[in-house]
Every structure is written in C-alpha cells, then in structure tokens.
C-alpha cells in the first residue's frame, strides 16, 4: 500500500471504535491495538475465558476447478490432495530459491474447491502468485465480502456451542458450517493463539451483530492485537514479516514438520533442492526461543552475539520480542547461525547499544492447548 492511501478499515470499525479500542494502522488497516484495562488483561482473559479477535484484515482466497487440490500443491510443501473435504492444513507458499511468500491455512471445501486464509500485507502478491501459478482452469477469487473474527479460549466451545449447536464436535483443523446468532458462517476449530478456540468466516454485512451477540455472553471479551501477539509469541508461532520472509526457508524457520514424506520424496514445488538439503543437512540457521536472564526485553532487530566476554562475534537477530503475561516475563524468538542454536546456550543481545545476557530455550514458551481429538 501506498504511504498516500487512506487506510482500510474492516466491517468491524465502527464497534471497535465504540468500545474504546485505540486504533493504530496494521498492514494498512486501522486495527485496535488494545482496549480498556489493557493487553496483559486481554491476554490473560483469553487464557482462562475467551476473546473475540478481529481478523478480517487478513484475505480469504477461494480456489475452484478440476484437480485443484494437486494444482495448489505444486506451489507449497505440503501434500493437499490428502486433504479431506471439512478439514484444514497449515503450509506456505515458497519461492524457487526455497523463501517462504507466505505461510497460510488451506481448508477443504469439496474435491474442487479449497479456501484458503493468507495474511493481510500478502493479499495481492498471493493472489498474483496463486494466478500465474495455477492453470487456467482453476479460478482464483478473493473473497471481501467476507469478514473473519476468531473466538479463542477454554471458553469458546461453550459459548460458541449456546449460540450454535454443533460446533463442539470439531476437532482442532476440522472445518463445518454452523448457524450463529442466527447467522450462517463458516468456521474451523483453530486459531493463533495456542489456546482452543475458533476462527469464523461471516458476511460482511452480518459480522457486528454476530460479534455484539457473543459480547453478550459473560465469559467472552474483545482483545486487540497486542494481545494477539504476546498470545503467539508464547505459543512459539512464527509473524510473517518478522520470523518469515522471502529470504528464510521453511527449514530454518523449524517448520519442516509441515512437510510429509512423500512430498520430500517426489520433491516437486518451488525451492525444493534448497528445503531438503537443509531438511536433511541442517540449516545455516534456526529459529529458537530466546529468554533474557533478567527483566529487560529482547527488541525486534537486536544482534545475537556470542556471549563470552560480551564481545563475542554476531551469531543471529531477534526477530520478534516482548513481555509474555502467562510466562511470566520477556520472552523472544529470534534466528542464530548453527553451532549457537543448542538449548542452554548463552548469548548477548545488542539492545540500543546496551547488551541483554539471554539464552536459548525450547519452543513453545507456553505448552498449545488444542483439542485434538482420539
């Protein structure tokens, strides 16, 4: 988006605005950052309740046509023709060199149709990508006039379960469809929060009352998005534009998990070569959990050094910071060169010219809470 442009607002505004969030521009939109008491008590509601999170800033793409599950799987790493109709799979689109363009969730509509949710800064570089990847038989189409709000919490399943029977006998990435508040949605049992909970598709023109509906409930609040992000940090998830990018690879990012067998084996998407060597050699660099031995916080950006003698050479970079309310102090993730990557390595971060002992733990800072199912 142009710096000129007037930023987007989603059809949500007009509530956030009226109950007090404090609007700041997020991949050119006018999104709440927080409301009244504040982030570390969304975060903390979110964790023993539920909050409703707005996302709808990030872009529903719908894809339809013969063998569109094998044509869609020629762009990512994942295996998608496995995928059956009502569930959903994490996977990123890559670059020929192996980056990663975006990481996003794709859901089985029927044998030829997929909907797929990419993030807000890469609707129209994945769309573009999606359009001269797949062949023309396979109709690319963004959907606007769909809003997507995710209710995340220990709470959700009841609350969604008394304005929508049937919703809890999903599973996590089970996707359905459900009447809420008296709305048709759909909605997958999902989330970026590491808690339970759901993320709902909703006309753009039904979304503020269905949202006004669950506010209704006592255990459910709205939460903005730094609470969102201290959620995800702690459930050790990667930010597109701070832990991925064009110039990290799947490998490094430790999302290699997201890649099965046999789409190792037949080797056929963008960046292969480079991902499976990595996947069998092991990267340059990996993406770890980092915890400061005292209370000051790792920023976004910040050098790793070797720490011995606090003069040691630049082994990484912080890629996301800050204060994890459940952890109970600053946490980060951040990229270190191989070699430094072990779990109980020390290292220093370059904070403004001020040097913060760290060290190296294991992901995820807070143990996920999905419900999995038999």
């Not at 569109?68 to 060199?97: K, Q």
């Amino acid at each position: 988006m142009s710096a000129t442009e007037p930023l987007r607002r989603t059809p949500l505004y007009d509530l956030h605005v009226a109950r007090g969030g404090r609007m700041v521009d997020f991949a050119g939109y006018e999104m709440p950052v927080r409301y009244s008491p504040g982030p570390v008590a969304e975060h903390q509601h979110t964790r023993q309740a539920a909050s409703i999170f707005d996302v709808s800033h990030m872009g529903v793409v719908e894809l339809a046509g013969a063998d569109v599950a094998a044509h869609l799987e020629a762009l990512v790493p994942s295996a998608i023709t496995t995928l059956a109709p009502g569930r959903s799979r994490y996977t990123m689109l890559t670059t020929p060199s192996g980056g990663v363009i975006d990481d996003l969730m794709v859901t089985a509509v029927d044998e030829e149709r997929l909907s797929l949710v990419v993030n807000a800064s890469r609707k129209e570089v994945d769309t573009a990508h999606l359009r001269a990847g797949l062949p023309a038989g396979v109709t690319v189409v963004p959907r606007p006039d769909l809003a997507l709000v995710a209710l995340q919490g220990p709470a959700a399943v009841s609350v969604l379960s008394g304005q929508g029977p049937g919703v809890a006998g999903l599973v996590f990435m089970q996707a359905g469809r459900a009447r809420v508040a008296g709305v048709d949605v759909g909605l997958t049992r999902s989330g970026y929060t590491g808690e339970d909970g759901y993320e709902l598709s909703v006309p753009a023109d039904a979304v503020a009352g269905l949202v006004a509906a669950l506010l209704d409930e006592p255990e459910v609040e709205l939460a903005g998005l730094a609470a969102r992000d201290s959620l995800r940090l702690e459930a050790g998830l990667c930010l597109y534009g701070h832990d991925l990018d064009e110039a990290t690879t799947p490998a490094e990012a430790g999302l290699g998990w997201a890649i099965p067998k046999r789409r190792r084996e037949d080797a056929r998407f963008p960046g292969a070569p480079t991902i499976l060597a990595q996947l069998a050699e092991g990267p340059d660099r990996h993406r770890v959990g980092l915890v400061p031995l005292g209370r000051k916080p790792l920023r976004d950006g910040a050098p790793l050094l070797q720490r011995a003698g606090h003069g040691g050479a630049t082994v990484g970079t912080v890629t996301s910071g800050g204060f994890g309310p459940t952890f109970g102090g600053p946490i980060a993730m951040g990229y270190v060169a191989t070699g430094s990557h072990a779990v109980g390595t020390e290292l220093a971060a370059d904070v403004r010219g001020t040097l913060v002992d760290c060290r190296v733990v294991d992901l995820p800072f807070v143990p996920h809470r999905y419900v999995r199912g038999a």
